[in-house]
């Protein structure tokens, strides 16, 4: 099977959500890391960030779910809106932006002694989310199967998640993630520790997942950005200044026929 995204335009359905920032600044105490970034994610799309190290990528995809406030010197300016609602909303809780918008991270993160199965429902309880027992086993495969790990470990529910291999912990985290049943999910750069073959596994899971929830990733690697995402923006923080989005727009322009010599250079690998 060739692995590339499917570049027709979405089937929306209503659970898919659009992501939009606009004009986000951000600061580590005095320390401006970003400066009026926007960028819109559309529903339903992979939307691949890339850009060098430094550059605040890590910074932005933190800010889209409130993950950023848990740094006491991070200051902030600017909106996220989730499908037109302001996350940011003093009004709302917290727990409700960040159940909405998921995260994993490039170090895959189980829970190492917990079994698999109570892994993946880990993020029911903190949620405020109650299941019986077969609407939790349900949801427990439904889950594993959306990440891709059913087949792999239908057999050893109870067994520990730290017992996994790193591709199989990495696709644990996903269905964890999962199973709060979130609009988004965003990925800082979940194969950049993992091996080829479980490179290849996840990124095949990311293009049938993107049919339930929309993807934000933050990759270095050109070919997977190419392979898996239909939008894609170039954050650029050049001589200590404030990181940017240089260029951004379909994934196939942006490689193919980039308007700015600096992308073109990054895409090309003379950076
Ligand atoms: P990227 O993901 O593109 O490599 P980051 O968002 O991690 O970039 O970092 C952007 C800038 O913000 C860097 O200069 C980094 O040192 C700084 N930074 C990131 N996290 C923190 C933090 N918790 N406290 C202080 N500075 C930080
Ligand atoms: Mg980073």
């Known amino acids: 099977m060739t692995l590339t995204a499917?570049?027709?335009e979405p089937a929306v359905t209503p659970s898919l959500a659009e992501l939009d920032a606009h004009d986000i600044s951000a600061?580590?105490?005095d320390h401006k890391v970003l400066d009026r970034v926007s960028l819109t994610m559309p529903a339903g799309q992979v939307s691949a960030l890339i850009g060098p190290s430094g550059c605040g990528k890590s910074t932005f995809l933190r800010i889209l779910n409130r993950m950023h406030e848990l740094v006491p010197s991070a200051s902030l300016a600017g909106e996220v809106q989730l499908d037109g609602?302001?996350?940011y909303d003093p009004s709302r809780k917290l727990i409700d932006a960040r159940r909405q918008i998921g995260m994993v991270f490039q170090k895959p993160n189980p829970f190492p002694a917990m079994s698999i199965y109570e892994n993946v429902i880990a993020g029911l309880k903190l949620t405020g989310m109650r299941k019986s027992r077969d609407e939790k086993d349900a949801l427990v495969e439904e889950c594993l199967t959306k990440g891709g790990l059913w087949k792999e470990v239908k057999d050893r529910l109870r067994a520990p998640g730290g017992g996994l291999s790193g591709g199989q912990q990495q696709r644990l985290c996903i269905a964890r993630s999962l199973a709060v049943k979130p609009r988004v999910l965003l990925m800082d750069e979940p194969c950049s520790a993992l091996d080829p073959t479980s490179t290849r596994v996840i990124e095949e899971t990311m293009l049938e997942l993107v049919n339930d929830v929309t993807i934000v990733i933050v990759t270095h690697n050109m070919q997977q950005a190419q392979r898996v995402s239909q939008k894609c923006a170039f954050f650029l923080a050049s001589h200590?200044?404030?990181?940017?989005i240089v260029e951004h727009g379909d994934t196939e322009?942006?490689?193919g026929d980039p308007q700015d010599p600096r992308t073109f250079d990054?895409?090309?690998g003379r950076f």
Not at 240 to 244: F, K, L, N, Q, W
């Open 85 to 87: 609602v302001d996350i």
């Open 266 to 268: 990054y895409v090309n």
């Open 240 to 244: 200590g200044t404030p990181g940017v």
């Open 253 to 255: 322009a942006m490689f």
């Open 6 to 8: 499917d570049r027709t």
């Open 27 to 29: 600061w580590f105490g």
